[in-house]
């Protein structure tokens, strides 16, 4: 029942307050892991876990709110006329109002793995240690009924959020009575970021 300005170039305000009907988040875990050790210096594990989480507390994302207006009305407003006086603003400009929401859904699973090698010797306690989490599953449900958007391996723009497939260390350390050394190897695999338009200096014209 009201009309706002939004002209070319117009900036979008994005607004956010407190939501007194948030509750809780609720979830559940589900692990299932095994250790095997066949030499009393060396040490095998791994471990398979899932999360399910419930009423997920998420702030929606202001792109699927632009790309959907008419799917996403209820988010649409006009500036506050007092945040419009201070400053100094039309008071009939849009703007997007974007309260934290119990929202969704997020359902997360994977595998950690834990290889271990020791040894004493004349020089000290050699140690040799590695650690890795591969993440299986990792998708959000922003609410009932919708589909599941995945941030495993890309990002999502609906939360702007990345979930790597793999994050790994390996360690190796020497340790005497007075001293020790250590040295740590971390690796996170990589991801598909978000497509970025932008404009060449030279040409002036957008591309990508």
Not at 122 to 137: E, F
Not at 142 to 149: K, T
Not at 190 to 208: C, E, I, K
């Amino acid at each position: 029942g009201q009309s706002g300005l939004c002209g070319p170039g117009s900036p979008i305000f994005v607004l956010g307050n407190g939501n007194p009907d948030l509750m809780p988040e609720k979830s559940a875990h589900l692990s299932w892991g095994m250790a095997f050790t066949p030499h009393r210096n060396l040490r095998l594990a791994a471990d398979l876990w899932a999360v399910h989480i419930h009423d997920v507390l998420l702030t929606p994302a202001s792109e699927p709110i632009l790309a959907s207006p008419a799917r996403y009305a209820a988010h649409y407003t006009l500036l506050p006329e007092r945040f419009a006086g201070i400053y100094r603003l039309d008071p009939r400009m849009l703007a997007l109002l974007v309260p934290m929401q119990n929202l969704g859904t997020q359902e997360k699973a994977g595998i950690d793995l834990e290889a271990q090698w020791r040894q004493p010797s004349p020089w000290g306690l050699w140690l040799l240690q590695a650690r890795g989490a591969h993440v299986l599953r990792s998708r959000t449900q922003l609410a009932p009924g919708e589909a599941f958007g995945s941030d495993l391996g890309q990002y999502d723009p609906a939360l702007g959020t990345v979930t790597p497939r793999w994050r790994a260390s390996v360690m190796g350390s020497l340790t005497r009575s007075g001293w020790g050394l250590q040295l740590v190897l971390n690796h996170t695999s990589g991801y598909w970021d978000a497509s970025v338009d932008g404009v060449p200096l030279t040409s002036g014209f957008p591309g990508s």
